[in-house]
């Protein structure tokens, strides 16, 4: 009789993959990479993050962005310019039923970052940063996540940031405003690890 009884609270607790079951145990790594606009322009963020799952339903960990926009001509400094930057800080992530093999995710960032402006010189490698900016940001977000495996997960999310105001440019520059890196990203993240 103890036999069945084990058996059936076993089941309670085993997730549902697209390729078998398994039992969570509470913790993945991450890296994302995605498309974003910032300052209007086409831009790359790329990141990752590290979580401690507590009772499968949520993470908390820290982890941080990266992004990168396109070269664009700036009238005024007559020249290519670029905005690159990064933030980071720490992450909760309420997880809706996540033991069925496809479910949502919300996770938020609430962190850290900085921006700079930049000029493309003519050779590569002597660009130049015009102006640097340090903001707060929150980052809240809704991923649609695929349990493809024991060890890994497969992400696709939209996330939308929140930086506080600054102002990032020198005299006789475009002035570039906190909201040219508002706004939305969207992104796929691989995690791995033990869920």
């Known amino acids: 009789m103890g036999a069945p009884s084990f058996s059936q609270e076993s089941d309670k607790d085993e997730f549902k993959t697209l390729f078998g079951d398994y039992n969570p145990r509470g913790f993945y790594g991450a890296f994302t990479i995605g498309y974003s606009e910032i300052n209007e322009q086409q831009a790359v963020v790329f990141g990752g993050r590290f979580e401690w799952i507590i009772s499968h339903s949520i993470g908390l960990g820290f982890g941080g962005n990266g992004f990168i926009n396109e070269y664009h001509y700036d009238p005024i400094l007559n020249q290519d310019v670029f905005i690159t930057g990064g933030y980071g800080g720490f992450y909760c992530e309420p997880i809706v039923m996540p033991k069925f093999p496809v479910h949502i995710s919300f996770p938020i960032l609430l962190g850290i970052g900085g921006v700079s402006y930049i000029t493309k010189e003519s050779n590569d490698y002597n660009n130049m940063i015009e102006d640097s900016e340090v903001f707060l940001v929150a980052e809240p977000a809704a991923e649609l996540e695929l349990n493809l495996t024991r060890n890994f997960r497969l992400a696709l999310g939209a996330s939308y940031r929140f930086p506080t105001p600054f102002d990032l440019?020198?005299?006789?520059?475009?002035?570039?405003?906190s909201k040219s890196i508002q706004g939305w990203t969207y992104m796929v993240t691989f995690k791995f690890g033990r869920f």
């Open 169 to 177: 440019g020198t005299t006789g520059s475009s002035l570039v405003s």
